[in-house]
């Protein structure tokens, strides 16, 4: 998730300006002046430049295990995965079971066009979809009608039995933007985005009047014998779509790329009876754990403190989950592994966690905090990175009234060429949801996501089909590692313990008094009825 910068009170402003780039001084802080090893420092650059393990982890993880849905086989494979990297380097890693989650196996997705004329589609069955029985299932496509209310929607219902039934949108143009931008003239660009936002308010109408929810219109066309769903989630980009879950309990629901949806869209709108071949072999597996990994090297002077490193595990399963978050998870593995290799004896206890379901709201984390308050009282600090490949551009203090402080003092142990990137805020906002450093903060343990810059993570990689190996930018990622390992190193050989006193936050526009974000439960038994 992009993270704002976020504008700081009048206070903040003139006490705690913005630290720029590079403008590092923090001699005039005799108090709590903290003198890193400098050999540590040096020896955890060179360990993560000249023998970087970031490649070849990503290779095994996201290229030969794939995406990591929760509930999925492969969220096994990958955190049995992760338990023996960290082994093989020495390090005590575990799975942590927090609940159960409705298994689902992916399997084959194969969709031809076979009239009028013939054609292999581009698409994917969505997250936990039907499957279509071990057979190949042929049938013609409708789109959902424009009705004027639910009844006249009701009355249309029986015309879905057999069919398998369109319910996104058709985009007008499959170019982005940015090509709009580039060859498009000012009139002709005006046309398109006028003619885009008159078909999606007119598509989303339609919908409306069907009277039903998403959910309850996936199950209406189900009852009513539909055979199949089909939508087009773009992503605003070539070639991107995004995949999520699925809302039909047992026919399957696919989505196709914009071009080959477009293509049976208006097909089907021009009365051709376009027929489609479908075969997907996904399997329900039942109620299966869903769980975290917890890797753990222990503190030598302060056992019961805690520095945690953060990363989501899961992802969603459109692609490989490169960028979201298996770059995230890299960094904190990497991270750790430097450690393990130059400070094997910290002074707190150093973890990393690998959340489970972050992507169906954070459920990893919120069970960890919920599960451990003796931990989440004693943390130190908790470093999380979740928003994309990029290289981190920006830490902002998340409320604690104090953090500019600690954040600063342990940052300027961090190389120049790293934090000349990094645009710091303080003492920023308390966030409440995005990532997992939410659920700590939540709690009133200092966390603080280390956020990238973009890399067009929101349109081409996140919950996308082209979220894969390729779209890592490892320069970026190996630069996280150094700055996660060097802050973690900090934080833990502190002599101060991090202070937790929030900022006063502003009253809202109504005026109510503003509100710290309040810690909430995880779903520990998702995706069941
Ligand atoms: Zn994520």
């Given amino acids: 998730m992009a993270m704002k910068n976020y504008t700081l009170n009048r206070l903040s402003k003139t006490v705690f300006t913005t630290v720029a780039a590079g403008a590092f001084a923090f001699a005039a802080m005799p108090v709590f002046a903290q003198r890193p090893d400098t050999n540590i420092v040096k020896k955890i650059v060179a360990e993560a430049t000249n023998n970087s393990q970031l490649k070849k982890m990503g290779h095994e993880l996201l290229d030969g295990i794939g995406p990591r849905l929760v509930g999925t086989p492969q969220m096994k494979t990958a955190a049995d995965w992760a338990v023996k990297t960290f082994a093989d380097w020495g390090i005590n890693a575990r799975i942590e079971n927090w609940g159960t989650w409705r298994g689902w196996d992916r399997g084959i997705t194969h969709i031809d066009l076979i009239s009028p004329r013939v054609r292999t589609l581009e698409g994917m069955q969505l997250a936990w979809s039907g499957n279509t029985g071990g057979k190949t299932v042929t049938a013609e496509t409708v789109i959902i009608p424009e009705v004027a209310d639910s009844a006249a929607f009701a009355k249309w219902l029986p015309n879905a039995k057999g069919k398998f039934v369109l319910i996104s949108m058709v985009q007008p143009t499959g170019r982005t933007d940015y090509n709009w931008d580039e060859f498009g003239t000012k009139e002709s660009i005006a046309k398109m985005k006028a003619e885009r936002d008159e078909l ?3 598509f989303a109408k339609r919908i409306r009047n069907t009277g039903l929810s998403p959910l309850a219109l996936a199950n209406a066309l189900e009852k009513a014998g539909a055979v199949g769903i089909f939508s087009s989630y773009w992503s605003r980009a070539f070639g991107a779509n995004k995949i999520f879950g699925a ?14 949806y477009g293509l049976v869209y208006r097909l089907t709108e021009s009365g051709q009876k376009p027929k489609l071949s479908l075969r997907a072999d996904s399997k329900d597996l039942g109620v299966v754990p869903s769980f975290n990994v917890m890797a753990e090297i222990k503190g030598s002077e302060k056992p019961d403190e805690y520095v945690i490193l953060s990363a989501h ?16 998870t890299l960094v904190m593995m990497e991270a750790l592994r430097l450690l393990k290799k130059f400070y094997p004896n910290p002074k707190r206890t150093i973890l990393v966690g690998l959340w489970g379901s972050e992507e169906q709201g954070l459920n990893g984390s919120r069970a960890f905090v919920e599960d451990n308050p003796n931990v989440v009282k004693n943390i130190q600090a908790v470093f999380n ?13 998340q409320g604690f009234l104090h953090s500019y402080d600690y954040i600063g003092r342990w940052l300027s142990a961090v190389p120049r060429s790293i934090t000349q990137h990094i645009e710091t805020s303080f003492p920023g906002r308390p966030g409440a949801g995005g990532s997992d450093y939410a659920s700590f903060v939540a709690a009133g343990a200092p966390a603080f996501s280390l956020s990238s810059n973009s890399w067009s993570y929101g349109t081409y990689t996140w919950h996308t089909n082209k979220d894969t190996y390729d779209k890592v930018v490892f320069d970026d990622v190996q630069n996280n590692a150094i700055l996660t390992a060097i802050l973690a190193y900090m934080a833990s050989e502190d002599p101060a313990k991090a202070s937790r006193e929030p900022v006063v936050i502003p009253a809202d526009r109504s005026g109510n008094p503003g509100k710290w974000p309040e810690p909430r439960s995880p779903n520990r038994k998702g995706g069941q009825d």
């Fill in 385 to 397: 990175q979740d928003n994309g490949t990029g290289r981190v551009v920006n830490i902002q203090g």
């Fill in 313 to 328: 595990f899961d992802s969603w399963d459109g692609a490989s989950g490169a960028t979201d978050n298996g770059t995230g």
């Fill in 200 to 202: 999606t308010a007119a």
């Fill in 247 to 260: 809302q039909a309990k047992k026919i399957p629901t696919i989505d196709l790329s914009l071009e080959d």
